[in-house]
């Protein structure tokens, strides 16, 4: 049995592998053994050819998420072991990879009608009959969330519908009705797999999102963005009633893991720096944007802020600003919510010189700072693993200059609650053992909170000064 984890702004969960049947020769005899065994290896490697009739790169991931948090970083080892390819009968025309731990994906190869009443794309050429359903979101491990995808068919028969709306152009399938309004996951289960499948599969070509669970609200909030990756119009999979014709349809997304984007894995080598320029491109058309229009005398630093009773609050911020100001900083306290506008925060973010921030989905708005700008994740007590995975290795991967405040036991509220050498403040990973229970995780992520020591912090706030001087110095804004 393997298991996964669960992360707030990050989530894993552990997940049980299939079993294989083996099947027993009890009375065969030693040469009908070794035919039967050469047969079972070549008919291993034909299968592993079908596998490639599909253009999709394989990829290792890890996971995240069971609202909002950690859940258990060990036995990662299991994901390395992708599933069995899903036979295609009529592999020409309908293909399906399914070989991948966190998502599968789905080809119509040649022209396709779309019933969105029934979400079903049929074959528009005759064909054998044959039908394969999917579930476009990239977290199939996770059975939570995945009940609530919605299953996309595609059917070879019986006859393709009457086709009402015409497009010249391939149609790309996705769902976002996992973990919507999390912050966090639009990126790392959408956006990114989203960069990676169109660079995949569809590099310089127009085609057509067709996106199920998209309410109006989360339409307008990423508008800016959707329309980087297609000037067509959207297809709201479980809005609309007319027949849609495709030249072809791919059902699906890819995914390469937490935050990352595989160079190795793109047949095209694009790596998170070029999905860091798509964001530019969408809300910024390849401008920096100084908030005064001014040069700055003094470096911008956005002090992220969190509230209310999701833990990892700042309990001494005001104290926390009035230090960074005494050391040079112009600060703005940044406390983003639903209906924060993308295209004001990107050029708030944008024009900052650093960014400083606890652990949380906010600090995804990280992928708005330019390369080369400081941005410090402060660390809770346990959360070490989650921090590098949900942050540090994106803020890295895009070029920023990233730094940890990793909190000390005297930091923590949980301090106030358990003795100094209880085993939760002195060891944190013995105390939530290997499969991070719902009770350690509520502990280190929804009750704890952090107040720094401003001596500390002012110490180490000098480095943070100094590297974001450096930087606008260099006459970035």
Same mark, same amino acid.
């Given at each position: 049995m393997g298991k996964m984890v669960a992360i707030e702004g990050c989530q894993d969960k552990?997940?049980?592998?299939?079993?294989?049947?083996?099947? +027993?020769?009890?009375?065969?005899?030693?040469?009908?053994?070794?035919?039967?065994?050469?047969?079972?290896?070549?008919a291993l490697e034909s299968n592993l050819s079908i596998v490639s009739k599909i253009n999709v790169?394989?990829?290792?991931?890890h996971q995240d998420k069971k609202r909002l948090e950690l859940k258990s970083a060990s036995k990662w080892g299991s994901l390395l072991l992708p599933q069995g390819p899903s036979p295609n009968p009529q592999g020409s025309q309908i293909s399906c990879?399914?070989?991948?731990?966190?998502?599968?994906?789905?080809?119509? +190869?040649? #022209?396709?009608? &779309?019933? #969105?009443?029934?979400?079903?794309?049929? &074959?528009?050429? #005759?064909? #054998?009959a044959l039908a394969e359903k999917i579930r476009p979101?990239?977290?199939?491990? *996770? +059975?939570?969330?995945m009940q609530r995808i919605e299953e996309v068919t595609i059917s070879s028969g019986p006859s393709s519908p009457k086709c009402e709306v015409q497009h010249n152009v391939p149609a790309l399938v996705f769902s976002v009705g996992g973990y919507t309004g999390n912050f966090w996951h639009e990126f790392n289960d959408g956006f990114i797999p989203l960069f990676i499948t169109v660079h995949s599969i569809f590099p310089n070509q127009e085609i057509v999102l067709v996106i199920d669970k998209a309410r109006g609200w989360w339409i307008s909030k990423y508008a800016d963005l959707l329309h980087a990756f297609s000037k067509q119009p959207i297809i709201l999979l479980d809005n609309d009633t007319a027949t849609h014709c495709f030249t072809s349809a791919t059902i699906g997304l890819i995914s390469h893991g937490f935050m990352t984007v595989d160079p190795t894995l793109m047949p095209n080598s694009k790596t998170f720096v070029h999905f860091r320029g798509l964001l530019d491109e969408a809300y910024s058309h390849g401008r920096i944007r100084n908030r005064n229009n001014s040069p700055s005398t003094r470096p911008r630093l956005m002090l992220m802020s969190r509230r209310g009773g999701l833990g990892r609050v700042i309990l001494n911020q005001v104290e926390v600003k009035r230090v960074a100001e005494d050391m040079g900083f112009e600060v703005t306290v940044f406390e983003p919510t639903a209906k924060t506008s993308l295209r004001q925060a990107y050029a708030l973010i944008n024009s900052s010189h650093a960014m400083f921030g606890v652990h949380g989905a906010a600090l995804t708005h990280s992928l708005f700072l330019r390369p080369g700008s400081v941005f410090v994740q402060v660390v809770p007590l346990g &959360? *070490?693993?989650?921090?590098?995975?949900c942050f540090g290795t994106s803020a890295k991967a895009m070029g920023l200059d990233y730094m *940890?405040?990793?909190? +000390?036991? *005297?930091?923590?509220? &949980?301090i106030e609650k358990y003795n100094k050498n209880d085993t939760v403040i002195k060891d944190p990973v013995a105390f939530r053992g290997k499969d991070w229970p719902d009770a350690a995780m509520n502990i280190y992520l929804k009750e704890q909170n952090v107040k720094l020591d401003l001596f500390r912090f002012r110490e180490y706030l000098k480095k943070v000064y100094k590297k974001a001087k450096r930087f606008m110095d260099k006459g970035e804004g």
């Open positions: 552990y997940i049980s592998r299939g079993s294989m049947k083996r099947n +027993n020769l009890a009375s065969a005899s030693m040469v009908t053994a070794c035919f039967v065994f050469i047969v079972f290896v070549f790169s394989r990829s290792i991931t990879d399914r070989s991948h731990q966190n998502y599968d994906i789905c080809s119509v +190869n040649g #022209p396709t009608t &779309l019933d #969105p009443t029934t979400s079903t794309f049929f &074959l528009v050429d #005759p064909a #054998p979101y990239p977290r199939k491990w *996770e +059975n939570y969330v &959360l *070490e693993w989650v921090a590098e995975v *940890e405040y990793k909190i +000390n036991a *005297e930091e923590s509220s &949980l």
